[in-house]
T-cell receptor
Framework: NAGVMQNPRHLVRRRGQEARLRCSPMKGHSHVYWYRQLPEEGLKFMVYLQKENIIDESGMPKERFSAEFPKEGPSILRIQQVVRGDSAAYFC?????????????FGPGTRLTVL | SQQGEEDPQALSIQEGENATMNCSYKTSINNLQWYRQNSGRGLVHLILIRSNEREKHSGRLRVTLDTSKKSSSLLITASRAADTASYFCATVDSGNTGKLIFGQGTTLQVKP
């Protein structure tokens, strides 16, 4: 059973471009979480999705950021018109369950650098 | 604000020594989890301790939880160079969506 896959692993964008990050959850997992990690900091929750539904996007910036988890295919985190402050590592995690006792399995992350 | 805050921020020890990391949190919890992150990699789940548990062991790991003090500790015994990593505690948000709230992490360096 392959783990959580993320691609690309490294992404370089110039200011104003779009960044598209992909996450394929583990087989059988229908819950996907996205987290952002700024340098020297812990992870911060961004959004929680189930298939075709955004359940909780309380950690997403109000503008430029969007996420989806379609019926088929990977979950996508999209950042439009990137700025330098978007440079960070973006991790997705998947889980077969939700609630208080779910163990989340993390992908290797996408490191976004905005020039 | 961070739910969990680790202490110390950085720790450097010799191989074979024990490493202790502490985590404090602010609100009531159902459980507390510890994760490890090797440099440039994703997080790996280490251990989960429920709010009605006081201590839990997994191999060379020992986790304690004191809900009255809202704190937890992670002890790694007989450390190895391969234990060099960042360690994060995390609590589950009270909204029951499963989203994790992480602390700032402790960076552990184990010197061979």
């Amino acid at each position: 059973n392959a783990g959580v896959m993320q691609n690309p692993r490294h992404l370089v964008r110039r200011r104003g471009q779009e960044a598209r990050l992909r996450c394929s959850p583990m087989k059988g997992h229908s819950h996907v979480y996205w987290y952002r990690q700024l340098p020297e900091e812990g992870l911060k929750f961004m959004v929680y999705l189930q298939k075709e539904n955004i359940i909780d996007e309380s950690g997403m910036p109000k503008e430029r950021f969007s996420a989806e988890f379609p019926k088929e295919g990977p979950s996508i985190l999209r950042i439009q018109q990137v700025v330098r402050g978007d440079s960070a590592a973006y991790f997705c995690a998947s889980s077969p369950l939700t609630g208080y006792y779910n163990e989340q399995f993390f992908g290797p992350g996408t490191r976004l650098t905005v020039l | 604000s961070q739910q969990g805050e680790e202490d110390p921020q950085a720790l450097s020890i010799q191989e074979g020594e024990n490493a202790t990391m502490n985590c404090s949190y602010k609100t009531s919890i159902n459980n507390l989890q510890w994760y490890r992150q090797n440099s440039g990699r994703g997080l790996v789940h280490l251990i989960l301790i429920r709010s009605n548990e006081r201590e839990k062991h997994s191999g060379r790991l020992r986790v304690t939880l004191d809900t009255s003090k809202k704190s937890s500790s992670l002890l790694i015994t007989a450390s190895r160079a391969a234990d060099t990593a960042s360690y994060f505690c995390a609590t589950v948000d009270s909204g029951n969506t499963g989203k994790l709230i992480f602390g700032q992490g402790t960076t552990l360096q184990v010197k061979p």
